[in-house]
């Protein structure tokens, strides 16, 4: 069974940190793009980060500069760091993993910025 299971979600203050990690099993990770989502109420469903399987990274300008994705292939699991965070970050955040059609969500994680 193929499965993705993030963590590390919360309530932090405007302008904190916060740590995302993403736990695969059932597939080969090292192969797969890997990459966070995330959905506010009554929004579509955004991209914030991507680190493909030979270490490239994207990030939308909107977090870009603030968060920072990174993957361990030794222990399946990929991370993203946050910083600044603003109120318009809180959302849901998701994992993916792709490769070519195939794709893995995880359940999410709730974020909220909030003071």
């Known amino acids: 069974v193929q499965l993705v299971v993030e963590s590390g979600g919360g309530l932090v203050q405007p302008g904190g940190s916060l740590r995302l990690s993403c736990a695969a099993s059932?597939?080969?990770?090292?192969?797969?793009?890997m990459n966070w989502y995330r959905q506010a109420p009554g929004k579509q469903r955004d991209l914030v980060a991507t680190?493909?399987?030979?270490?490239?990274?994207y990030y939308p300008d909107s977090v870009k500069g603030r968060f920072a994705i990174s993957r361990d292939n030794a222990k399946n699991t990929v991370y993203l760091q946050m910083s600044s965070l603003k109120p318009e970050d809180t959302a849901v955040y998701y994992c993916?993993?792709?490769?070519?059609?195939?794709?893995?969500w995880g359940q999410g994680t709730q974020v909220t910025v909030s003071s």
């Open positions: 680190i493909s399987s030979g270490g490239y990274t």
């Open positions: 993916n993993a792709r490769l070519q059609i195939t794709n893995f």
């Open positions: 059932g597939f080969t990770f090292s192969s797969y793009d």
